[in-house]
């Protein structure tokens, strides 16, 4: 991978270091591990020092030059043999015969003691600004170390990137974005070591193992280290004595070790040794390795049987309690025989920590004893990865075999979801229900999954009906109650039943300060966000997003991905729409290849996003997909799916079309009995700039929630050409948490008061809408007329808007449901006006990039 590697994450050192090399300055020491980015920094410095027309001196101390009397500067001076004293006088006189210079001293700590006494001496005599650099914790001659201890020169010690720094450098190397994981995990992997970091990414990339997927740079494997990297790791851990690399290898297969534990497998002197060796770090209570990639090449280099062998013996020192996974894995990759209800405990204990690769693994493990609820548990894990014909060839020979009534009405339960949420079939899914129903047993579940399907297919009346009930009854375990309060969250998030919302939040497990045990416990932060959007409670949506995005964020799998969504669909609901992007782009990444049913969820979000952000191009793919593909169990979302399509209409110019989705969308909800889904329709048709069809509906929802009421606002003021109360409604919705909503209050009232001649007044309401739409990202059609008002009406700018996106006459014709010559007659009048007479010229006209 030949990229260039600039040097980010340094301004303010590279600023302190070269004004420390400045002309009559004394200089510098740059102090820092192995592979921190000293010599780089330093070479940086001097390239500035360079421009200003000063010479740079470079001596180098290295291992091989070190015996050798002035080694360091070897090739630099030219200074014949003589005693030591004649020999350091003459290299410090053809040092001043080189100024003006700057002294670079590259890897101090290994110069030779001539070399220092010069070094020295130059810095005390002021011959010259001096840039040293040198290896944190590694012995110097004192008449280096001096040179900071006596206070002739500043230190300044360099410390490793943090995961901002690396993340943003990765991005500047491979020209993208990177997905934050993959990002995080390199940066854990290299300690923010930028040698380390460009050595490994260089060979991952190369591999195809880091790519870009939807323009999101990933990396989608376990990491293997190339041979360069490889060389310089052995170079750092050095020849070990067998019993020395017998802690090394310990820690490398199962970190963190108890230090009582690893001093009973290895003994208390090679364990100390190992720390001083700089390979093991310990806090007196367990050992980690010093450096995460050492573990990386110590289990490259150890055979296959060693490694079980040692894998072994750690694992028998473990307890089961209060985690039975480090102890499980460990077995399951050693020599001592499985152990099949442990692996079942392990693979319970990772699903709740949402690390469903792991759990998989573990439970397969489990289920080859052929024990059912191994299995059972083997099944879940596969259909939360996608893996849903897996999945179903396990829950119906189960199904099918299983000796007692309540195994087989778990595994009709179980292809119940799987049929529905991960394979999108609806029907099979209801006679597995209908199968679970007629063995009489497990009837909580079955009644919990009943809510679940009649949710799916739009049916709010079971939920709102039994749900409430069931959510007091005794459920018999998380499932159940995960299920319940998912059912009757979504319910009493499209009708605007606030009360019910918390309740079912709280009987799910998903409140301030907890999460849900399960998977589809994301489901149910899914509903919850929705239902503090459509209520005008964002705050709380962010709330409970932020919990369960902190508790998937550094997993593998589709855990985080369900994370980002629920997070992303959280800033939607704030009106920010900037961070909404950065959330769902990164989750579309992960999702779009796959067939896990949050895609569905993720594209008809981030369309949205992309179209309130005024990215029309980069919408329209997510629109059509929305328009042209639907998962059955997503019914209740179908007001969302038609507003996505209004706003990517809305971003294409296309004004009619995106009313009529709006409208279209308020109308469903309706017909669903979902009002608080309708009110956020009418709003939407508000701000595209329709107030008339959404004005006597509104009124009759007012009393339904804080947005009905802003909303209500909204079309009054709209309807009314009152810029002071539109900018009022601005005010109210950014109270409110909708900052997209009110950008577009402000820019009506800028709109409107400019049309009423009140040129001031409409300057400070667009100044409104530009603050707004900073705060938001948001790039609006009400923001467009406000910040580049056009002598149009609002039929011509909607055909040259079109127009100038590239469609022909023909095309906008059909879009507008109107004729070619209609469209000719208002391209020709629109031209007139804005004194255009090409097409081409239309897209400057309108500030369409």
């Given at each position: 991978m030949e990229r260039s590697w600039p040097l980010t994450g340094r301004d303010d050192e590279l600023r302190r270091v070269a004004a420390a090399i400045r002309p009559g300055a004394a200089g510098i020491v740059v102090a820092g591990r192995a592979g921190v980015g000293k010599t780089r920094l330093a070479h940086e410095a001097a390239s500035l020092a360079e421009g200003r027309g000063v010479t740079v001196a470079w001596a180098h101390g290295s291992a091989a030059a070190r015996p050798l009397p002035l080694g360091a500067f070897a090739g630099l001076l030219d200074v014949p043999a003589g005693d030591a004293a004649e020999t350091i006088g003459r290299a410090l006189d053809q040092l001043a015969r080189m100024r003006p210079l700057v002294l670079a001293v590259d890897d101090a700590h290994l110069i030779d003691e001539h070399s220092a006494i010069v070094l020295h001496r130059a810095v005390e005599r002021r011959l010259a600004p001096a840039l040293v650099t040198l290896r944190s914790g590694e012995p110097a001659p004192g008449t280096v170390t001096a040179l900071w201890k006596d206070e002739h020169l500043p230190r300044l010690d360099l410390a490793p990137l943090d995961v901002v720094e690396t993340t943003g450098l990765v991005a500047r190397v491979l020209g993208g974005p990177v997905d934050s994981e993959s990002a995080r995990r390199l940066w854990v992997l290299t300690e923010g070591s930028p040698l380390y970091l460009r050595h490994l990414l260089a060979g991952e990339v190369s591999a195809g193992r880091f790519?870009?997927?939807?323009?999101?740079?990933?990396?989608?494997?376990?990491?293997?280290?190339?041979?360069?990297?490889?060389?310089?790791?052995?170079?750092?851990?050095?020849?070990?004595?067998?019993?020395?690399?017998?802690?090394?290898?310990?820690?490398?297969?199962?970190?963190?070790?108890?230090?009582?534990?690893?001093?009973?497998?290895?003994?208390?002197?090679?364990?100390?040794e190992a720390e001083g060796r700089g390979l093991v770090r310990t806090d007196g209570l367990v050992a980690r390795l010093a450096h995460p990639l050492y573990g990386?090449?110590?289990?490259?280099?150890?055979?296959?049987?060693?490694?079980?062998?040692?894998?072994?013996?750690?694992?028998?020192?473990?307890?089961?309690?209060?985690?039975?996974?480090?102890?499980?894995?460990?077995?399951?990759?050693?020599?001592?025989?499985?152990?099949?209800?442990?692996?079942?405990?392990?693979?319970e204990a990772a699903t709740r920590l949402y690390d469903l690769p792991l759990a998989e693994r573990l439970a397969r493990a489990a289920a080859a004893t052929a024990v059912p609820v191994a299995r059972l548990v083997h099944a879940a894990t596969l259909s939360w990865l996608s893996r849903g014909e897996e999945a179903e060839a396990i829950l119906a020979d189960l199904a099918g075999s299983a000796p007692d009534p309540g195994t087989r009405a778990q595994a009709q339960l179980y292809r119940t979801g799987n049929l529905l949420f991960t394979m999108s079939r609806p029907e099979e899914a209801r006679q597995a229900l209908a199968e679970a129903d007629a063995t009489g047993a497990a009837p909580f579940h079955v009644a919990a999954m009943s809510l679940a399907l009649a949710v799916a297919a739009g049916d709010?009346?079971?939920?709102?009906?039994?749900?409430?009930?069931?959510?007091?009854?005794?459920?018999?375990?998380?499932?159940?109650?995960?299920?319940?309060?998912?059912?009757?969250?979504?319910?009493?998030?499209?009708?605007?039943?606030?009360?019910?919302?918390?309740?079912?939040?709280?009987?799910?497990?998903?409140?301030?300060?907890?999460?849900?045990t399960v998977i589809p416990g994301f489901g149910l932060a899914d509903y919850q966000v929705l239902g503090g959007r459509l209520a005008g409670t964002p705050d709380r949506a962010d709330v409970l997003a932020g919990r369960i995005r902190a508790?998937?964020?550094?997993?593998?799998?589709?855990?985080?991905?369900?994370?980002?969504?629920?997070?992303?669909?959280?800033?939607?609901?704030?009106?920010?729409?900037?961070?909404?992007?950065?959330?769902?782009?990164?989750?579309?990444?992960?999702?779009?290849?796959?067939?896990?049913?949050?895609?569905?969820?993720?594209?008809?979000?981030?369309?949205?996003?992309?179209?309130?952000?005024?990215?029309?191009?980069?919408?329209?793919?997510?629109?059509?997909?929305?328009?042209?593909?639907?998962?059955?169990?997503?019914?209740?979302?179908?007001?969302?799916d038609l507003l996505a399509r209004a706003w990517g209409a809305a971003a294409e110019g296309s004004r009619t079309e995106s009313l009529g989705h709006a409208v279209a969308a308020a109308h469903v909800a309706r017909e669903c009995h979902a009002p608080a889904f309708e009110v956020l329709a009418w709003q939407t048709a508000v701000q595209l700039?329709?107030?008339?069809?959404?004005?006597?509906?509104?009124?009759?929802?007012?009393?339904?929630?804080?947005?009905?009421?802003?909303?209500?606002?909204?079309?009054?003021?709209?309807?009314?050409?009152?810029?002071?109360?539109?900018?009022?409604?601005?005010?109210?919705?950014?109270?409110?948490?909708?900052?997209?909503?009110?950008?577009?209050?402000?820019?009506?009232?800028?709109?409107?008061?400019?049309?009423?001649?009140?040129?001031?007044?409409?300057?400070?309401?667009?100044?409104?809408?530009?603050?707004?739409?900073?705060?938001?990202?948001?790039?609006?059609?009400?923001?467009?007329?406000?910040?580049?008002?056009?002598?149009?009406?609002?039929?011509?700018?909607?055909?040259?808007?079109?127009?100038?996106?590239?469609?022909?006459?023909?095309?906008?014709?059909?879009?507008?449901?109107?004729?070619?010559?209609?469209?000719?007659?208002?391209?020709?009048?629109?031209?007139?006006k804005l004194g255009v007479s090409e097409r081409t010229a239309l897209p400057a006209v309108l500030g369409i990039e």
């Open positions: 790519a870009a997927s939807s323009g999101i740079w990933r990396w989608t494997s376990e990491p293997e280290i190339s041979p360069g990297l490889a060389d310089l790791l052995e170079q750092e851990i050095g020849g070990l004595p067998p019993k020395v690399q017998d802690v090394v290898d310990v820690v490398a297969l199962a970190e963190p070790v108890a230090v009582p534990t690893l001093s009973a497998l290895t003994s208390p002197d090679d364990v100390e990386e090449v110590r289990r490259a280099a150890m055979g296959t049987l060693r490694a079980r062998r040692l894998r072994g013996r750690v694992a028998l020192t473990l307890a089961e309690e209060p985690d039975p996974i480090p102890r499980a894995v460990l077995t399951l990759d050693s020599d001592l025989p499985p152990d099949p209800q442990m692996f079942l405990r392990a693979a709010l009346t079971p939920a709102l009906t039994r749900g409430p009930r069931l959510l007091h009854d005794e459920l018999p375990d998380d499932l159940a109650r995960i299920l319940v309060a998912s059912a009757v969250s979504a319910a009493a998030a499209v009708t605007g039943e606030r009360a019910l919302l918390d309740d079912a939040a709280d009987v799910g497990g998903l409140t301030a300060d907890r999460v849900p508790a998937s964020a550094d997993l593998p799998g589709p855990a985080r991905l369900m994370g980002l969504v629920v997070a992303g669909h959280a800033a939607l609901a704030g009106g920010r729409v900037r961070d909404a992007l950065i959330l769902l782009r990164e989750a579309w990444a992960g999702l779009s290849g796959s067939g896990h049913e949050f895609r569905f969820r993720c594209r008809t979000l981030l369309a949205m996003a992309l179209a309130q952000a005024g990215q029309a191009t980069q919408a329209a793919p997510h629109v059509s997909g929305v328009g042209a593909e639907r998962h059955p169990a997503y019914r209740i979302f179908e007001p969302d700039g329709d107030e008339s069809a959404a004005l006597p509906r509104l009124e009759e929802l007012a009393s339904l929630s804080p947005r009905a009421v802003v909303a209500l606002a909204h079309a009054r003021a709209w309807t009314a050409d009152d810029g002071a109360m539109l900018c009022e409604t601005a005010e109210a919705w950014t109270r409110l948490g909708d900052l997209v909503a009110a950008g577009d209050a402000a820019a009506q009232a800028a709109d409107v008061l400019r049309r009423q001649g009140r040129q001031g007044s409409a300057l400070s309401a667009a100044a409104l809408a530009e603050r707004l739409a900073v705060r938001s990202g948001a790039r609006t059609p009400a923001y467009a007329i406000a910040v580049r008002p056009l002598p149009l009406t609002v039929r011509e700018r909607e055909i040259v808007e079109l127009a100038a996106r590239g469609l022909s006459n023909k095309v906008i014709a059909e879009r507008l449901t109107v004729s070619v010559r209609t469209v000719e007659g208002h391209l020709y009048r629109a031209g007139h």
